[in-house]
């Protein structure tokens, strides 16, 4: 059973087949399944494997997980809204070797946060824009990174009652980076 699928039970949600994206609206035929087809397959105006285009790789995958977080578990509204917090207002530049260095800092935050929950906002209400928009801008570059920014900014505002949270847990990342760049 893929994951997704898994966590929507265990949240108690029931997927639908068809019409548009249930989470987010995105104008699909098939639903989540196809929101989450269009994620995975990314957009042909912005090569992940280009360096420069890495940043949007990621806020793809945070806007995308932080619209969803119904098929996700609970714990990744922290990591993806404080790594939305080091990107768009610390203005990190973010790595595949920073992801582990956050890990580690969000394992250290459960130990005394264990129960806690960040409650999404309401379905409807993560952000106007969609996958499927950013797929109708993927055939011009710059249009499409613009969208990519602009549906990541709307995401991190719609979780705003949560940010004081996770600035916490964002300046505990940013001691350990530090850390783990002097050792
Ligand atoms: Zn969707």
């Known amino acids: 059973m893929q994951d997704y699928i898994h966590f929507a039970e265990k949240n108690g949600i029931i997927l639908e087949d068809s019409g548009f994206c249930q989470f987010c609206g995105a104008k699909t035929e098939r639903g989540i399944h196809e929101c989450l087809e269009i994620f995975n397959f990314g957009f042909s105006g912005v090569d992940y494997a280009k360096p420069e285009n890495l940043e949007f790789k ?13 098929i996700h578990g609970r714990w990744n509204n922290h990591f993806h809204l404080t790594r939305m ?86 300046q505990s990342f940013l001691s350990n980076r530090k850390q783990h760049i002097t050792y």
């Open 58 to 70: 990621f806020l793809v995958v945070d806007s995308h997980t932080l619209q969803h977080p119904e």
């Open 85 to 170: 917090t080091l990107v768009l207002k610390e203005k990190i530049s973010w790595t595949y070797e920073l992801s582990p260095i956050l890990s580690n800092t969000l394992k250290e935050y459960k130990i005394t946060h264990p129960s806690e929950v960040l409650t999404p906002p309401k379905i409807g209400h993560r952000g106007k824009i969609t996958t499927s928009d950013v797929l109708l801008a993927q055939e011009n570059s710059l249009e499409c990174k613009n969208l990519i920014r602009k549906w990541a900014e709307e995401v991190f505002l719609s979780w705003q009652e949560h940010h004081h949270t996770v600035d916490s847990i964002a």
